[in-house]
């Protein structure tokens, strides 16, 4: 007889490029009852574009704001540096060497540029070391916000908008289909992560997640039973891979994911995630 994992991975990897890593955990992805999905670059297309640049006051211009911010930016992988970056270069900026960085995972990125401490962080930081930030319409809007910070003083921020992939909706579907919850899992703020729960329908969302609380959130859901798989593309998602009964790396994404996960799936198509499921379900029937 074929073994199970030889008839599912030729009828999908053929179509889907999929590498399987750890054989009994893929044979085990037919009896998945909850899954994680992380935003950024899973369920969304990761294509962040810069929307806003605000400063506070009028101690420095949007331009230099963002010169510096791309200065520490030029070291990270991370999507939202990406964006930054491009941005930076639209607006015809030099961009600047950094001395040193330092990666704060799930939070941002700080180093030095010109001699002066540059910070990139989200609201998690902002919040953690209860930094003051005047009051802003970024707290309101649906984009990622990342604030600026000169010498621990935050002068202003950036917002950017990503892109819902459009396989997603499809994916969420089948999965709610056949019973599977499903919940989004995101360092990103509260009100990106409802927004793109609700547009794909989710069953849920977790919100300002740190990358070892991802971790935490898988473990929590398995004490209670449920067989955990995560869906992920970067260095964050690597514990929360780890953890899962069930690690699925998404995309090019980062070789850390990759190193961690169980499953991964080359083409970053959230369809794949279901397709592997319920082919794993099916192919599991016929067998017995
Ligand atoms: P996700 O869980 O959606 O994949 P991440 O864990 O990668 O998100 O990032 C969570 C948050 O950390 C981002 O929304 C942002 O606030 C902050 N962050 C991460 N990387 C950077 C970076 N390079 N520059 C600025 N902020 C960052
Ligand atoms: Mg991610």
Known sequence: AIPLVVAISTAVSAKNGLLIRNRTAFENSRNITTILFDKTGTLTQGSHAVAQVVTFGEGISKQEMLRLAAGVEQNSEHYIALGILKKAKEEGITVP???????LPGKGLEGQVEGKDIKVVGPTYIKEYTIAVPANAAEEG???????MIEGQVVGYITLRDQIRPESAEAIRVLKENGIKNLLITGDNERVAKSVSQALGMDGYMANVLPHEKLEKAKELQAKGEFVAMTGDGVNDAPALAQADVGIAVGSGTDVAAETADIILVNSNPQDIASLILFGKATYRKMI
């Open 97 to 103: 060497p950094s001395q040193s960085f330092n990666y």
């Open 142 to 148: 649906v984009e990622t916000v990342v604030y600026v």
